[in-house]
């Protein structure tokens, strides 16, 4: 019988199929009285060095997405939130990340004030920016904003009622 995959001398099986990465990204918006604010963080390291992104990386093995969204935003800016996370979407254009395939796990943290942050990990800088003035965003952030907004806008359609 033939099987997709093969066991390795050291007990690992090894897929002949390929498999793409995982990574999780962690959105953190303010509602102030100008409107709504977003946590970004400038790229230290290629790709996109130097452009503006939602904190976010690669799951560790032994986390699920949601934990792997939390580690990411408090290692790239310092902000340790307990709160649960709202599932924004995956992510998983072929050509999302020019390292390979990787889909990613949007999440989304709603807080009550912007609070202090600073660039950590492979982040260069982290700073809050309004959602109707953000900087040209790094990977697919771009449409994971739209996704956001239209949450967010969903939230001020429902507290306005």
């Known amino acids: 019988m033939k099987t997709d995959y093969q066991l390795t001398p050291s007990g690992e099986y090894a897929y002949r199929y390929p498999?793409?990465?995982m990574t999780a990204d962690a959105a953190v918006a303010c509602r102030e009285a100008d409107g709504w604010w977003?946590?970004?963080?400038?790229?230290g390291h290629e790709p996109y060095q130097?452009?503006?992104?939602?904190?976010?990386g690669f799951m560790n093995m032994d986390e699920t997405t949601a934990q792997c969204a939390r580690r990411e935003l408090e290692e790239e800016t310092a902000l340790a939130l307990s709160t649960d996370p709202l599932f924004v979407g995956l992510f998983d254009s072929v050509d999302r990340d020019p390292r390979g395939r990787v889909i990613t796990a949007a999440y989304l943290f709603i807080v009550d004030q912007r609070y202090e942050v600073r660039g950590g990990d492979d982040a260069k800088e982290a700073r809050w920016w309004r959602t109707d003035d953000l900087p040209d965003?790094?990977?697919?952030?771009?449409?994971m904003m739209l996704k956001i907004s239209a949450m967010l806008k969903t939230r001020?359609?429902?507290?306005?009622?």
Do not use: Q, Y
Not at 38 to 43: G, S, T
């Open 38 to 43: 977003v946590l970004l963080i400038r790229r």
């Open 137 to 143: 965003l790094a990977f697919d952030h771009k449409e």
């Open 156 to 161: 001020d359609n429902e507290t306005d009622r």
């Open 19 to 21: 498999r793409p990465s």
């Open 50 to 56: 130097g452009r503006w992104a939602f904190p976010g």
